[in-house]
């Protein structure tokens, strides 16, 4: 078992119920745990998992603790083994919350590089999870959905840009001790996982970018729309009594949204990030350091004098504005490896809303060799 957890307070560090070492070692592998042995090691499994439990996942010290576990054939003892480490090692860094989607092919995935997969704003790890699953069983490939700073159950921060993004995702492979892995990313996170490419080059194995290019947003979505999408969440808050279960809330909030949302998947997909706290309902995005930092993320240069050789498949719904296939003379400019698909039928959430044929783009995709070779569009 792997836990990954942190501590608020550095003196957590030297307790002494993280530096547990094996009671006196069988000599037989026929051997017994005695009575005393299983008692000591009830004794410090319980302790153990307090420790780890009164973490926090936002703080600035952090420590991996990697649980081993050895049952001999007729034995009973347990060895734990703690290693700390300082947070420090990549400035401005995060550790972000993910969902691991397994392969079934336990043997094929140890050997090929991880997908890293991270959907766009507001999005959240678990409404990746259709997809990711999905491709882990296409791909035999591990599939990690992770949550974005500020999205999701990952860190919230005041500041939220492109090098800090990158940062983030460099943490979460070292931290997994993975050298290289094939990033997805859908619109605001195709942004970041672009920019990790350029910036991290030997890291990135391919790149899947979801419904958006290297060309500006629309500032009709960075003026407007985000402005008042953040604004509408905020006086929902004010429209909910703790009293409320989350069902009730989510239908007041509903009612609400469909004033000037239309889409009752666009509503869904918000309303997702709505739960209850211990005091009154509150939203899991930072919902302040994401209009506050929106310049940032919708920067037009961010990717200005770059480039990299990194095999690259953009998708596009074509009932969708964000991307068209006007716009891949300008990604090769960046990426020359790179090829656009455009889903017929598909709206901004090509993963989400034509998720085989997004599955079956990216296998064939990753079985490639390079991009001479067209991929259909579905």
């Given at each position: 078992?792997a836990?990954?957890?942190?501590?608020?307070?550095p003196?957590?560090?030297?307790d002494r119920?993280?530096?547990?070492?094996?009671?006196?070692?069988?000599?037989h592998?026929?051997?017994?745990a005695t009575?005393?042995m299983a008692?000591?090691i009830?004794g410090l499994?319980l302790?153990?998992?307090?420790?780890?439990?009164?973490?926090?996942s936002s703080?600035?010290?952090?420590?991996?603790?990697?649980v081993?576990?050895y049952?001999g054939?007729?034995m009973?003892?347990h060895?734990h083994a703690?290693?700390?480490?300082?947070?420090?090692t990549?400035?401005g860094?995060?550790?972000?919350?993910?969902?691991?989607?397994k392969?079934h092919?336990?043997?094929?995935?140890?050997a090929?590089p991880?997908?890293v997969?991270?959907d766009g704003?507001?999005g959240?790890?678990e409404?990746?999870?259709?997809?990711?699953?999905?491709?882990?069983?296409?791909?035999g490939?591990?599939?990690?959905?992770?949550?974005m700073?500020?999205?999701?159950d990952?860190?919230?921060?005041?500041d939220?840009?492109?090098?800090?993004?990158t940062?983030?995702?460099?943490l979460?492979?070292?931290?997994r001790?993975?050298?290289k892995?094939?990033?997805?990313?859908?619109?605001?996170?195709g942004?970041?996982?672009?920019?990790?490419a350029?910036?991290k080059?030997?890291?990135?194995?391919?790149?899947?970018?979801?419904?958006?290019?290297?060309?500006?947003?629309?500032?009709?979505?960075?003026?407007?729309?985000?402005?008042?999408?953040?604004?509408?969440?905020?006086?929902?808050l004010?429209?909910?009594?703790?009293?409320m279960?989350l069902?009730?809330?989510?239908?007041?909030?509903?009612?609400y949204?469909?004033?000037?949302?239309?889409?009752?998947?666009?509503?869904?997909?918000?309303?997702?990030?709505?739960?209850k706290?211990?005091?009154s309902?509150?939203?899991?995005p930072n919902?302040?350091a994401?209009r506050?930092?929106?310049?940032?993320l919708?920067?037009?240069?961010?990717?200005?004098?770059?480039?990299s050789d990194?095999?690259?498949l953009?998708?596009?719904g074509?009932?969708s504005?964000y991307?068209?296939?006007?716009?891949l003379?300008?990604?090769?400019?960046?990426?020359?490896?790179?090829r656009?698909?455009?889903?017929?039928g598909?709206?901004?959430?090509?993963?989400?809303?034509?998720?085989?044929?997004?599955?079956?783009?990216?296998k064939?995709f990753?079985?490639?060799r390079?991009?001479e070779?067209?991929?259909?569009?579905?």
């Amino acid at each position: 078992i792997a836990t990954e957890a942190s501590s608020k307070a550095p003196s957590k560090f030297h307790d002494r119920r993280l530096t547990l070492r094996r009671e006196k070692q069988p000599t037989h592998r026929s051997a017994r745990a005695t009575p005393s042995m299983a008692a000591t090691i009830r004794g410090l499994q319980l302790p153990l998992w307090a420790t780890f439990r009164s973490f926090s996942s936002s703080s600035t010290a952090h420590c991996r603790a990697t649980v081993a576990t050895y049952m001999g054939a007729s034995m009973g003892w347990h060895r734990h083994a703690v290693a700390c480490y300082s947070s420090n090692t990549i400035k401005g860094a995060v550790r972000l919350s993910y969902s691991l989607h397994k392969s079934h092919d336990a043997a094929t995935a140890s050997a090929l590089p991880p997908i890293v997969a991270s959907d766009g704003l507001f999005g959240r790890k678990e409404s990746l999870a259709p997809v990711c699953k999905a491709l882990a069983a296409a791909t035999g490939r591990n599939v990690f959905a992770v949550d974005m700073r500020n999205q999701g159950d990952s860190p919230h921060t005041e500041d939220m840009n492109y090098e800090l993004t990158t940062a983030d995702l460099e943490l979460f492979l070292q931290d997994r001790g993975v050298s290289k892995a094939t990033f997805v990313g859908h619109s605001l996170a195709g942004r970041m996982v672009m920019k990790f490419a350029v910036t991290k080059p030997s890291a990135v194995e391919r790149l899947v970018v979801v419904d958006t290019g290297v060309k500006p947003l629309p500032p009709v979505l960075l003026d407007e729309w985000l402005p008042w999408q953040a604004s509408a969440m905020e006086h929902i808050l004010s429209l909910l009594s703790p009293d409320m279960n989350l069902e009730q809330a989510r239908q007041v909030a509903d009612q609400y949204l469909s004033t000037k949302v239309a889409d009752p998947y666009v509503r869904s997909f918000l309303l997702a990030n709505l739960r209850k706290g211990p005091h009154s309902y509150e939203w899991q995005p930072n919902l302040k350091a994401l209009r506050r930092n929106r310049q940032a993320l919708a920067d037009p240069h961010y990717l200005d004098n770059e480039r990299s050789d990194v095999d690259a498949l953009f998708v596009a719904g074509d009932e969708s504005i964000y991307l068209t296939a006007d716009d891949l003379k300008g990604i090769k400019r960046i990426f020359p490896n790179a090829r656009l698909v455009t889903v017929k039928g598909a709206n901004h959430w090509v993963h989400n809303h034509k998720t085989e044929q997004f599955v079956d783009l990216v296998k064939d995709f990753m079985a490639a060799r390079r991009p001479e070779a067209p991929l259909q569009s579905p």
